[in-house]
């Protein structure tokens, strides 16, 4: 009896070492291929966090797809309808509501299977389970990203009621754009302007010393793009903010489009204010009139250096430097009405999960993969843009092209703008065209324009 232990010990010794032994709990499952959607980001921006989201869950494949911005929204809504569309997809963050049909909001637990492979004494096992694993809530999104992310991504699920319970998730960011103030250093210095503006007064005061004229009348020199929209790459924004700084509310906790209300000392409303300011740097007969709509694109005059201030984005940065490697410009926060009630506008892409997903579960896995804190350090300390992550946001202050855009994302707000974005947008345009022309007064085109846009949110 004893040589027979001593034997069956001899086996499982030479059967350990060479890791014959295996055990397996549960069954792998089936192989899932999600694919992911954007006209925002690049393949690069996302290979990493993909290779080892697959190396955690072996029988899962992302495959990535980046499209045009000019065919995004119609290649979406196709290739859902003939059921081809994507399982994950990017956002713009004013999107949200225009998509709600078609986004899976993020369920308060997501189910997968894990694989780990373990090794005792030389015996290898492959374990294999069904996990539900927590998601992020809504109050951890709040509390995790700046203010807005969580206004503009939250919402209750339809078809319920009790608020506590049903408060959703639809979409979680990776970064954050705002606007700022670029000025050429040398248009100012020349004019002895020691410092850029950091108020509205002050932009329209620089105005009038910065603009040149030639003989016939003709500018040669701006001030700053403003009055216009067509010449303006961010008009749309740049008319929000300023509206919201005066102290317009854009939309009621009901939704409803409530910008042409409220009145003030001068028995105008905020907007009519904002709109009345912005529309006179493009109108001749006042003395801030530094613009037009014979002007090139703004970002095009600032680059050749016949543009003070441009308004405009950290991603115009790029284009800033290419066509313009040795203009001697800088950055700086964008102009404030009250400097102690700063407000700022945000331009941000959610990562969102669609209703047809093969897998909601896996698929919402990964989105939260991607837009955890490792990851999302990882991603904008490579692609360099500003961070939605509060505790990135400290870490970015100190970064001289990123702190202006990053700082400002703790008091960037946006709008919800009805259920057709574009719309909104074309609005806009027309407002502003409508108050540099004076074809009607700044009260009816303010009036008309938010009647307009609650047909989008109530059609």
Same mark, same amino acid.
């Given at each position: 009896?004893?040589?027979?232990?001593?034997? #069956?010990?001899?086996?499982?010794?030479?059967?350990?070492?060479?890791?014959?032994?295996?055990?397996?709990?549960?069954?792998?499952?089936?192989?899932?291929?999600?694919?992911?959607?954007?006209?925002?980001?690049?393949?690069?921006?996302?290979?990493?966090?993909?290779?080892?989201?697959?190396?955690?869950?072996?029988?899962?494949?992302?495959?990535?797809?980046?499209?045009?911005?000019?065919?995004?929204?119609?290649?979406?809504?196709?290739?859902?309808?003939?059921?081809?569309?994507?399982?994950?997809?990017?956002?713009?963050?004013?999107?949200?509501?225009?998509?709600?049909?078609?986004?899976?909001?993020?369920?308060?637990?997501?189910?997968?299977?894990?694989?780990?492979?373990?090794?005792?004494?030389?015996?290898?096992?492959? #374990?294999?389970?069904?996990?539900?694993?927590?998601?992020?809530?809504?109050?951890?999104?709040?509390?995790?990203?700046?203010?807005?992310?969580?206004?503009?991504?939250?919402?209750?699920?339809?078809?319920?009621?009790?608020?506590?319970?049903?408060?959703?998730?639809?979409?979680?960011?990776?970064?954050?754009?705002?606007?700022?103030?670029?000025?050429?250093?040398?248009?100012?210095?020349?004019?002895?302007?020691?410092?850029?503006?950091?108020?509205?007064?002050?932009?329209?005061?620089?105005?009038?010393?910065?603009?040149?004229?030639?003989?016939?009348?003709?500018?040669?020199?701006?001030?700053?793009?403003?009055?216009?929209?067509?010449?303006?790459?961010?008009?749309?924004?740049?008319?929000?903010?300023?509206?919201?700084?005066?102290?317009?509310?854009?939309?009621?906790?009901?939704?409803?489009?409530?910008?042409?209300?409220?009145?003030?000392?001068?028995?105008?409303?905020?907007?009519?204010?904002?709109?009345?300011?912005?529309?006179?740097?493009?109108?001749?007969?006042?003395?801030?009139?530094?613009?037009?709509?014979?002007?090139?694109?703004?970002?095009?005059?600032?680059?050749?250096?016949?543009?003070?201030?441009?308004?405009?984005?950290?991603?115009?940065?790029?284009?800033?430097?290419?066509?313009?490697?040795?203009?001697?410009?800088?950055?700086?926060?964008?102009?404030?009405?009250?400097?102690?009630?700063?407000?700022? %506008?945000?331009?941000?892409? #959610?990562?969102?999960?669609?209703?047809?997903?093969?897998?909601?579960?896996?698929?919402?896995?990964?989105?939260?993969?991607?837009?955890?804190?490792?990851?999302?350090?990882?991603?904008?300390?490579?692609?360099?843009?500003?961070?939605?992550?509060?505790?990135?946001?400290?870490?970015?202050?100190?970064? %001289?092209?990123?702190?202006?855009?990053?700082?400002?994302?703790?008091?960037?707000?946006?709008?919800?703008?009805?259920?057709?974005?574009?719309?909104?947008?074309?609005?806009?345009?027309?407002?502003?065209?409508?108050?540099?022309?004076?074809?009607?007064?700044?009260?009816?085109?303010?009036?008309?324009?938010?009647?307009?846009?609650?047909?989008?949110?109530?059609?």
């Amino acid at each position: 009896m004893k040589k027979y232990f001593i034997g #069956l010990f001899i086996v499982f010794l030479i059967l350990s070492t060479t890791g014959a032994v295996c055990s397996k709990s549960g069954t792998m499952p089936k192989q899932i291929v999600l694919q992911y959607w954007s006209d925002n980001l690049n393949p690069e921006d996302v290979q990493t966090a993909i290779k080892a989201f697959e190396a955690t869950y072996p029988y899962a494949t992302i495959q990535f797809k980046k499209l045009n911005v000019d065919e995004y929204e119609d290649a979406l809504l196709a290739g859902w309808a003939k059921g081809q569309g994507p399982d994950i997809f990017s956002l713009p963050n004013t999107h949200i509501k225009k998509y709600y049909d078609y986004i899976q909001p993020l369920p308060a637990s997501v189910t997968v299977t894990t694989v780990k492979q373990t090794s005792t004494l030389g015996k290898k096992e492959t #374990l294999i389970n069904k996990v539900a694993q927590k998601s992020l809530t809504p109050a951890e999104l709040k509390n995790q990203f700046v203010d807005t992310v969580y206004n503009d991504t939250v919402f209750m699920h339809q078809g319920t009621t009790d608020k506590a319970d049903t408060a959703k998730i639809f979409g979680i960011p990776l970064s954050m754009d705002t606007l700022a103030l670029y000025w050429n250093k040398d248009l100012l210095n020349q004019k002895t302007i020691t410092l850029p503006a950091s108020n509205w007064q002050t932009i329209a005061d620089n105005t009038k010393e910065l603009t040149a004229v030639d003989k016939q009348g003709n500018i040669i020199r701006s001030g700053i793009a403003l009055g216009t929209a067509d010449n303006v790459p961010h008009y749309f924004d740049i008319m929000s903010v300023l509206m919201m700084q005066f102290g317009a509310q854009m939309t009621n906790s009901q939704g409803t489009v409530s910008f042409q209300e409220g009145i003030d000392d001068n028995n105008k409303t905020p907007a009519q204010d904002a709109l009345d300011f912005y529309s006179k740097f493009a109108q001749n007969k006042w003395e801030t009139y530094t613009w037009n709509d014979t002007k090139n694109n703004a970002l095009e005059e600032f680059s050749n250096g016949n543009l003070a201030y441009f308004i405009g984005y950290h991603s115009d940065l790029a284009s800033i430097k290419k066509l313009a490697p040795s203009l001697n410009f800088d950055i700086s926060p964008l102009p404030q009405i009250n400097s102690a009630d700063q407000i700022n %506008y945000p331009q941000y892409w #959610l990562e969102t999960v669609s209703t047809n997903a093969i897998d909601s579960d896996m698929a919402w896995a990964f989105v939260q993969y991607l837009t955890n804190e490792t990851n999302t350090k990882s991603y904008i300390d490579a692609v360099k843009v500003p961070a939605a992550r509060r505790t990135l946001v400290t870490n970015q202050l100190e970064d %001289y092209e990123l702190a202006t855009f990053a700082e400002q994302a703790l008091t960037a707000k946006s709008w919800y703008h009805g259920l057709n974005p574009q719309e909104a947008i074309n609005l806009f345009k027309k407002m502003i065209d409508n108050a540099r022309n004076g074809t009607f007064t700044i009260e009816d085109i303010i009036s008309d324009t938010a009647a307009k846009i609650q047909l989008t949110i109530n059609p």
